[in-house]
């Protein structure tokens, strides 16, 4: 039996800056109404035809491979993290595997949405625990900005989301008292509906039926959110997930070094800390200047917070995520 260890991390973000004040030349909203709600001053959305899911991963993963300090070659399996991918099949994996001229390893995607990072690195965890693998390349990428509905109708969910991408080379650690301790998974699809895209998709509307309706009300193909629903029911499971992860390895509040929330709302970050009684340096957020980035977001905050200084060997990590599924999940390592 082994360990996983996080060996390497990267991130990427589209040049483009979108500020609240630019959204409000094209919808009925203003720079307070989002930052009171929110937190959020500024998102990244992509240029189309310069980035797509799979290339923003492409990127985060480049960096994450160096600084890894292994070969591309060394990567033995992909898992890539989206709700957001270039094609509704197939998936991103096997076209990260194509643009980075891996071997023909094993290429998994995960659709987990918000929890899909913590998912992701759950599922290559339990392959490196096995000795199935030694090295594998996690990704959280996405591209929001094209499906959301930039109008006034949109506004409550469109303010919030962003697009970018974070990696993270997952390899195998022989010291059973470092890297990943364990991972945390729940849903609760009951709730499916309060947060969904329903169309297309196979079970109601595909794309012929939107095509036949030509409907320009029809709102099936945008994403829906009963946001106050979701904000209640988002910090019950915050707090249920990590207090879950510290029973199961024998820590306290208190060994938390840095707490990686996943950036959905500011709002919902500083309630956990809050809950937590957590100083400022005990967690990391970044969702004031990229948004909601959903599968990205802990890849993107924890390459920052790692940049930073701000985690360090031997730092007891806390990531933590919840999302439309529901789905929730949390992962504790010892960095």
């Known amino acids: 039996m082994y360990h ?4 390497g991390l990267g991130f990427y973000v589209p040049s483009n800056v979108v500020t609240n004040d630019d959204l409000s030349k094209i919808m009925d909203t203003n720079d307070e109404w989002i930052q009171e709600r929110t937190g959020i001053k500024e998102r990244r959305h992509i240029v189309k035809g310069e980035d797509t899911t799979t290339s923003m991963g492409v990127k985060a993963a480049k960096i994450a491979i160096e600084r890894a300090g292994i070969d591309k070659d060394d990567i033995d399996f992909i898992v890539f993290a989206t709700l957001s991918p270039d094609y509704y099949f197939p998936g991103p994996g096997v076209l990260v595997q194509r643009d980075l001229g891996l071997r023909t390893v094993g290429a998994l995607d995960v659709r987990n949405q918000c929890s899909g990072f913590v998912y992701a690195l759950s599922v290559a965890d339990q392959y490196i625990k096995t000795g199935m693998y030694k090295n594998i390349l996690v990704i959280g990428s996405e ?9 006034t109708r949109g506004r409550g969910v469109s303010v919030i989301f962003g697009d970018g991408a974070g990696a993270a080379i997952l390899s195998r650690e022989e010291d059973l008292t470092k890297g990943i301790l364990s991972t945390h998974l729940h849903s609760e699809g009951i709730h499916a509906e309060e947060l ?3 169309a297309p998709g196979m079970g109601g509307r595909w794309v012929n039926d939107i095509l036949v309706d030509n409907n320009p009300d029809d709102e099936s193909y945008f994403p829906h959110m009963n946001g106050q629903f979701v904000f ?3 910090v019950v499971r915050f707090a249920e997930v990590i207090n879950e992860a510290l029973e199961a390895n024998d820590l306290q509040v208190s060994d938390i070094d840095m707490l990686i929330p996943h950036q959905a709302n500011l709002r919902i970050s500083q309630y956990i800390q809050n809950k937590f009684k957590l100083n400022d340096d005990q967690v990391y957020n970044n969702v004031q200047k990229y948004g909601n980035t959903t599968a ?3 890849p993107i905050a924890l390459t920052e917070a790692w940049e930073q200084g701000k985690i360090k060997s031997g730092d007891i990590v806390v ?3 919840f999302g439309s599924g529901f789905t929730w999940a949390s992962a504790i390592i010892r960095w």
């Open 296 to 298: 990205a977001s802990i």
């Open 196 to 198: 969904v895209l329903t």
């Open 232 to 234: 209640k029911n988002a």
């Open 319 to 321: 990531l933590a995520a």
């Open 143 to 151: 591209v929001q900005s094209s499906g959301l509905d930039m109008t």
């Open 4 to 7: 996983s260890k996080i060996s």
